[in-house]
């Protein structure tokens, strides 16, 4: 029943989770980069990003300790880093970038959005863009391997 109740969460933290940055990838950056004026722009990401960014670690933070309860009470933490345990390995590793991320989002923007950033916004958001792009395909694969190794597939 645990088991049973702590997936689920698990699952539904995923969903919202890179739902969410599909969402920002796949509609939120075109909208931005198809505006004129830098201004903005920049206020309209920073609107966005403010209120996904709760719900990403509020849901990070979820699929981290749901996935963590996971590997303990299902004894899959011997297998991370082989063969065997490829789906919560990679689920781990995708997991931990984007704790890295958001520890250090504040002053990444901090960074992104000053001085020369001020002049260059296309090229920002276009640079922010691509980056998504990868966070989402990274994404994306690690739950593709993790359903496929769950049900027998690798």
């Given amino acids: 029943m645990a088991i049973g109740i702590l997936t689920a969460l698990h699952v539904l933290g ?5 739902g969410g940055v599909a969402f ?3 509609i939120v950056f075109p909208m931005i980069l198809r505006m004129e004026n830098s201004l903005e722009k920049v206020l309209f990401f920073q609107g966005v990003e403010h209120r996904f960014a709760k719900i990403a670690k509020a849901m990070v933070a979820l699929v981290g300790i749901t996935g963590i309860a996971l590997l303990a009470l299902t004894g899959e933490w011997r297998a991370l880093f082989s063969m065997a345990g490829i789906g919560p390995t990679v689920m781990l590793i995708v997991w931990t970038f984007y704790v ?3 520890l250090f989002e504040a002053r990444l923007f901090k960074f992104i959005f000053k001085g020369e950033a001020q002049h260059a916004t296309n090229r920002v958001f276009y640079t922010l863009t691509v980056f998504h792009w ?4 990274i994404s994306l694969l690690a739950v593709f391997i993790g359903v496929l190794a769950a049900h027998g597939g690798l």
């Fill in 24 to 26: 920002v990838t796949m």
């Fill in 100 to 102: 890295l991320i958001l």
């Fill in 14 to 18: 995923v969903v919202i989770w890179i």
């Fill in 134 to 137: 990868f966070v989402m395909g």
